[in-house]
T-cell receptor
Framework: QKEVEQDPGPLSVPEGAIVSLNCTYS??????FMWYRQYSRKGPELLMY????GNKEDGRFTAQVDKSSKYISLFIRDSQPSDSATYLC????????????FGQGTTLQVKP | GAGVSQSPSNKVTEKGKDVELRCDPI?????LYWYRQSLGQGLEFLIY????????KSGLPSDRFSAERTGGSVSTLTIQRTQQEDSAVYLC???????????????FGPGTRLTVL
């Protein structure tokens, strides 16, 4: 079993839809939770970073962490065609390195 | 300032040849990471540098893989006797610092796409 599970999709939605992306994890040692966005043939870029359980909002994006359920989510409101990309969840523990454990990534297509 | 850069952007090689992949981190960033992204897979951690030291090499898949960092800056990932299963995108990331018990934002380069024929 992988440490982080993420449905690879693809997920196709119409413009303006609310998108929900999710990851589950098995190791309670993870303390830091991130969402990266990766456009085709580009490196990932950080979208959201949270430390504790609860919600964090940034514009159209909301990251949600439920440590008790080991479940994290990213919500995108009013989705735009420019949001079409692969979204990767990434988790880090409190050990002596900052290495990130990534989910497989979910490919999202927002159709005009 | 400039972001993380990697070279070459694409590399096609024959099975059994050695390849070197280069990463130039953001100036002043002390932490450097290599990851590998295979088709349809998420990013897989390979190695972490703090300065010129590599305290975590746990992700290197075999002894054919090695990496070094010099001057606390440029890093080279070397794959010897390449195999077809080494075909992937190799991504480098750097961050300003890592504090024990914490983490820091990692900035990724565009990657090197390696194809082993």
């Amino acid at each position: 079993q992988k440490e982080v599970e993420q449905d690879p999709g693809p997920l196709s939605v119409p413009e303006g839809a609310i998108v929900s992306l999710n990851c589950t994890y098995s190791n309670s040692a993870f303390q830091y939770f991130m969402w990266y966005r990766q456009y085709s043939r580009k490196g990932p870029e950080l979208l959201m970073y949270t430390y504790s359980s609860g919600n964090k909002e940034d514009g159209r994006f909301t990251a949600q962490v439920d440590k008790s359920s080991k479940y994290i989510s990213l919500f995108i409101r009013d989705s735009q065609p420019s949001d079409s990309a692969t979204y990767l969840c990434a988790l880090a523990g409190s050990g002596n390195t900052g290495k990130l454990i990534f989910g497989q990534g979910t490919t999202l297509q927002v159709k005009p | 300032g400039a972001g993380v850069s990697q070279s070459p952007s694409n590399k096609v090689t024959e099975k059994g040849k050695d390849v070197e992949l280069r990463c130039d981190p953001i100036s002043g960033h002390t932490a450097l990471y290599w990851y590998r992204q295979s088709l349809g897979q998420g990013l897989e951690f390979l190695i972490y540098f703090q300065g010129n030291s590599a305290p975590d090499k746990s992700g290197l898949p075999s002894d054919r893989f090695s990496a070094e960092r010099t001057g606390g800056s440029v890093s080279t990932l070397t794959i010897q006797r390449t195999q077809q299963e080494d075909s992937a995108v190799y991504l480098c990331a750097s961050s300003g610092s890592f504090l024990a018990g914490g983490t820091d934002t990692q900035y990724f380069g565009p990657g090197t796409r390696l194809t082993v024929l």
